[in-house]
């Protein structure tokens, strides 16, 4: 007969079953609590990471503020005339209503979604207010929504009108102004003193009057329209946005007006845009890579500015600001998944480390079943359906846990917990029968004795060097390829495929160090029995024996060396992100506090560190004219770093009082250049600009100054592109510095910035600190690295504890048949924690040093200064007394090992110590 004939399906002996779960119930809950926990701990972390990767990017694009808006402009449709003039175009306002509509279509459905609806501006040119001594600007703006303009009350004279009636009129080129009617403010026409009926003096750049008009007097209905945001001279009068004490009024036209306003300017001088504003609490992680390809796009295929067309012409940082948003999301997500990879790795060898003990009480039952008939895939089906009711029943609590506590849950993290509880207790239970049953013999032959003994070696020695090049691969992909994903533009969010080896590079790393000790560790247990059994003291020659046996056990050591170095790495990472939060805040400030004072009030910057100098708590006062987007000029490249213009010898001693980054090269920028040329310190993220480099300043009519770069500067602003020179220096080459920043240190600098009455923004430190702290990633990631190390820290415990409970029972028969030698049970406990103590110490002592290598391995690659807002990755911060604080757990566990199964053990009979193994 075919042998499939026989082949029978796996028949279960279901009262086995039951019988066995009732008896051992105690290590099947533990199993199903671990497994329970960890599911809890792998099903919430993602999504909770996911909730605040959204409010990542929310809160990024509301920070971003006007630079995330979408804009497009286009160009008017020429107005000449038949006869050689310009055309009035009654129906301006249609046709701005039918661009807004043109670029809404434009859009897309799902850049339509995420933005606001769109806001017309059609903004006129920058007029000088001709009467009075102080210098003032005038503009005139149309504002139109879906639903018209912002709405606004009229509290005097009535909105702008039309000019005239007449449906067509032509005006030449060169004749009279055009008049045109617009509404004030309260705020604007109290401080030009002006009411309805008054006319607005007013020139433009080329010295032509203009024939402004004031219809009325306005108070809007809400003031904190998003509209207004757009023209905010609407409101009030502007300080500042046309110059170093200037102030600018606006004007605001009509639908009616709007012609008037057309030909009262030049053909190319009236501006018309759409303002699509992002609407922030809409945004997700995952639409950002849509959003900012179809951004992308729309820029593409933008119409070219000197185009004189109709044509679309788009513009908009948005697509730069969810890409930012997009890369600190990225390394989140992946710092996340390599802290989850090692919880799991831990859990697995946990589980693993359960099973074996399992096993080994039931290890009687399953023999005597195998010698009574029972077949291998009976058992190992009847342990299988246990192991898989165990493990499933508790998964699926971990993960109603889960979603209970987070807004979704992710049940891919605890596939491989629910796996090893379920596959690791029936395949040791099988192969536990398997043995009990086997009629192989020992080999009598020395020589077949050393085969089998190096067939096993070198089994152990090509699982070894499995993990030993899985290791080596995944460390050399992190540093090589890091754990950003390659295409950015098109994937969902969700850790990819290629991204599997080097979020393992951690726990591969922990296990190829656990191996490493399992390797030296019955080296050492052999020299210390060797050197025990030349002393006098019996007890330490039974200790060291004892440790010396137990000394090769594989999984006990696993565990407790893998659980402690991972909970030591995250307590490092946690350490290392919390300083990396106040340096990037010092990076970000420069002082304990930043005053960026306006363009108004840039004359009186020194005066007003002189005062801020004489406040009291105050240490150092720094002024230093800060210009971003400078233009700077190479040979062949034009550059727009970060220019400073600074006293080199007050921001040197700045920087060596404070926990920012010394900068000794400051002292070269006093010293004369070759040539004539100004010393200034440069540097560059890409590398364009380096120690030699030759630049040139430009002026306004005047030479450019040339510039030699003699070393490298200190990051200013968290910014890697930067220019540094020193202000006297550039002073004597023929450009005076205009201080528009103070830098204060000192306990008492926020206070003496608080209330200068300068027109400046007061940026201190500790307010950018706290709010970095409470930024939604790096709080769930600080949360997550604390939670980590607590659930790692508990499994190396639990597998101390099951570690110690496995041998426990060999252990003790040998104490206790040492004990009618006469061994004293004081002796005898001893001799336990000599057995118990040495792979614990030499743990303890290791761990934490593995984990701090690890950490010097890993950090750099993990692109941690995406959160803690610093120029460069932080470095490694070690909290030593939070390592010694996990082998104080380890050794306070083992010590209590010992006295807990003294006194289990103290009832044991002698006589059965004695009859066991018979």
Known sequence: MKRWLTRRWPAPHWPSIRGRGRTDAGPLLLTAAVIAAVALLAGAAPPLLGAAADNAVQDTVRRAGYDSNVLVHANWERDDGPTGGRVRMPHLAEEVDDFTARATYALGPDLDAALLPPVAAVDGPILGITDGSAPRTFQFTYLAGDLGGPAVTWIAGSPPGPTVSDQYVETPYDGQPWPVQVGLSEADAAALHLGPGDRIPAKDAKGRDKDLRISGIYRPADSADPAWRLAPALLRPVPGADGAGTTRFAGLLSRESLPDARLAVDEDQLRRTVHFAPISDALTWDATATLASQVVELKATSGSSSDRDASLKWASQLDTVLRDARARNSAASAQAAVLLAGVLTATVLVLLLAADLLVRRRTPVLSAARQRGAALPDLGAELLIESTVVSLSAAAV???????????????????????????????????????????????????????????????????????IAAVAAFVTLHQRGLQPVASDGDTGELTGDLILPISALALGALVGALVLL?????????????????????????????ATTAGRALPLLVLVSTTALASFALILGAT??????????????????????????????????????????????????????RVSTESTLLTPRLVIVDAAAFQRLLATTPLPDAPALARLTAPGAGGDVPALVRSSNGDLRTGTRLQLPRDNAPAIRLVAVGTAPPVGGTDDVVIVDAAALADAGLPAVPNTVWVTGPGAERAVSNTGVAADVVL???VLRAQRVAPLTAGLLRLAWTAAAVLLALGLLGLTLSAAAGASERWQTLTRLRTLGLRPRDARWVAAGELLPPVVVAAVWSPLLGALLARLTLGPLDLRLLTGQAVDPAAVLPWWLLGLVSVALLATAATVVPVESALRRRDRLSEVLRAGE
């Open 398 to 468: 971990g993960l109603a846990l889960a979603r209970a506590a987070a807004p979704g849950v992710s049940w891919t993290w605890a596939v491989p917990v629910v796996l090893a509880g379920a596959v690791a207790g029936p395949a040791f239970g099988t192969l536990a029968a398997a043995r009990a049953s086997r009629d192989r013999r020992q080999p009598a032959n020395p020589a077949a004795r050393r085969w089998i003994r190096a067939t096993g070696q070198l089994r152990r020695a090509a699982v070894e060097a499995a993990v030993l």
């Open 519 to 547: 390797r030296l560790l019955p080296l050492g247990a052999r020299f210390a029995l060797r050197q025990a059994m030349r002393s006098r003291r019996p007890l330490a020659v039974f200790s060291a024996a004892q440790a």
């Open 765 to 767: 430190r500790a307010d």
């Open 577 to 630: 992100v919390t300083r990396g939060l106040t340096d990037g805040a010092w990076s970000t400030v420069g002082a304990d506090a930043r005053l960026d004072v306006g363009t108004d009030a840039e004359a009186g910057t020194p005066a007003l560190a002189e005062r801020i100098a004489a406040a009291p708590g105050v240490g150092q006062v720094v002024v230093a004219q800060v210009t971003d987007s400078a």
